[in-house]
């Protein structure tokens, strides 16, 4: 199966920014996703980019999604986090539409931690 690997979590304050990367091994997907799923909360888009990128109201204009495809990984840039970004954040790769909806995807990643301290 295609294993995705992800990395670039972590425990920053309010303000600071990561990056996180997930490859996908040895293929390219048509669309490339984050998702993320605070403790109690249900699982929410953040981001996706294919042909063109899209991005969740509460991320937009803080984070950035980028591919390189010879490598098969998406970045997730997240600049000026807020403890409300707290969560896990998964990584996915599918090829139906819509692809905000996470039930188009065909494989995720195992998810990395992302802790904003106030």
């Known amino acids: 199966q295609v294993q995705l690997v992800e990395s670039g979590g972590g425990l920053v304050q309010a303000g600071d920014s990561l990056r996180l990367s997930c490859a996908a091994s040895g293929r390219t997907f048509i669309t490339m996703g984050w998702f993320r799923q605070a403790p109690g909360q249900e699982r929410e888009f953040v981001a996706f980019i294919n042909w063109s990128t899209s991005y969740a109201d509460s991320v937009k204009g803080r984070f950035t999604i980028s591919r390189d495809n010879a490598k098969s990984t998406v970045y997730l840039q997240m600049n000026n986090l807020k403890p409300e970004d707290t969560a896990v954040y998964y990584c996915?790769?599918?090829?139906?539409?819509?692809?905000?909806?996470?039930?188009?995807?065909?494989?995720w990643g195992q998810g990395t931690q992302v802790t904003v301290s106030s």
């Open positions: 996915a790769v599918g090829s139906r539409f819509p692809p905000r909806d996470s039930r188009n995807y065909d494989y």
